[in-house]
C-alpha cells in the first residue's frame, strides 16, 4: 500500500511517499484508513514559514478583519517576520485600504513598504501624531502588536476608532482598567 512519510526531520521536501506492505495483524480495535492529510502548521515549520500562521490568525479568525473593509489597521513592528507577513495578508488578502506599520531605519522602512504598507510611522517619534498627519478618510479600527504589548497600550487606546480592535502575539500586563480601551468599548484579543 502507499503510504506518506518522513525518513528524516527537515524541509517540506522530506516528505514522501512510499510502498509499505498491508498490515495483516489488525486488531478490532484498528483502523485502517485511505486517507490521509498533513497537518498545515507542521508544514509551515517544516518550510521555515510559520510567521504566516500567526499572522492570519490575529487578522482573519481573532481581530475578525472582513475583506474589503473600508478601515485602517496598524502593525506595531511592520518589520519583523509576523508584521511582514501581516502587511501582505491585509493588503492582498483583506484588501484593507490603508496598512500602517512601524520601522525607524530607512532599510526597516523600505521593506515593510515592499511588504504592502501604505504609509509608515517611525515608533521612536509620536506615533499618534504621525498617525494623525495621515488624514485617513477611514476609521482606525484595528491594531496588531508584534512586540512590547504594554509600551504601546496607551498610545493603541488613544489611536484605535470606538469599538476597535487590539491583537497582540506579545505577552504583556494589558492594563485596560481606566484608560480609553474602557470609554471607547474596544476589544483587546
Known amino acids: 500500500m502507499k503510504a506518506s512519510g518522513v525518513d528524516k526531520y527537515g524541509p517540506i521536501e522530506n516528505f514522501c511517499e512510499k510502498e509499505l506492505p498491508k ?8 483502523l485502517l484508513d485511505q486517507g490521509f492529510s498533513v497537518n498545515p502548521v507542521d508544514t509551515k515549520v517544516r518550510n521555515g514559514t510559520y510567521d504566516d500562521y500567526p499572522a492570519y490568525e490575529a487578522l482573519v479568525e481573532r481581530l475578525e478583519i472582513t475583506r474589503g473593509e473600508k478601515a485602517a489597521l496598524l502593525i506595531i513592528n511592520g518589520a519583523g517576520g509576523v508584521g ?55 476609521p482606525l479600527k484595528y ?19 470606538p469599538f476597535g480592535k487590539l491583537g497582540s502575539i506579545v505577552q504583556g500586563q494589558a492594563n485596560m482598567y481606566g484608560t480609553d480601551f474602557m470609554f471607547k468599548s474596544m476589544s483587546f484579543i
Open 23 to 30: 498490515p495483516s495483524d489488525l486488531s478490532p480495535r484498528d
Open 84 to 138: 511582514a507577513v501581516a502587511s501582505q495578508i491585509a493588503r492582498t488578502v483583506l484588501d484593507l485600504p490603508y496598512v500602517i506599520t512601524t520601522a525607524s531605519r530607512p532599510e526597516t522602512t523600505e521593506f515593510t513598504k515592499q511588504m504592502g504598507a501604505t504609509h509608515v510611522v517611525n515608533h521612536r517619534d509620536d506615533i499618534p501624531a504621525q498617525i494623525a498627519k495621515l488624514d485617513l478618510d477611514v
Open 143 to 161: 491594531i496588531f502588536i508584534t512586540s512590547s504589548t504594554d509600551q504601546y497600550m496607551s498610545t493603541c487606546g488613544k489611536l484605535c476608532a
